[in-house]
């Protein structure tokens, strides 16, 4: 008898285990009240505009950097979005 009681307490470790990962999952998911974007929201396509003029071309890896650019320059590049509720 002394074999036997000692069973359920090898079987906890693994359903506790299991038990805990499927709460942790469904909490941190919510996959039953999440917004299922592409069944819901419908994107409509639209024709492109612009133009194929070329404007210049490199040839080779002689340049390393992007004429123009503004990586260095944080202040220029990274910019507030003005709020509406002003």
Known sequence: M???S???LLLAGPAGATGLYW???RYY???DK???FEH???VEAKPITGSE????EVKGTQKTRIQGDNVNDYRKRV???PSDSG
Not at 53 to 56: C, E, I, L, P
């Open 2 to 4: 002394s074999d036997d």
């Open 6 to 8: 000692g069973l359920w």
């Open 23 to 25: 709460f942790l999952y």
């Open 29 to 31: 998911r919510n996959t």
């Open 34 to 36: 999440s917004h299922s």
């Open 40 to 42: 819901e929201t419908a």
């Open 53 to 56: 003029r070329k404007v210049s």
């Open 79 to 81: 910019q507030r979005v």
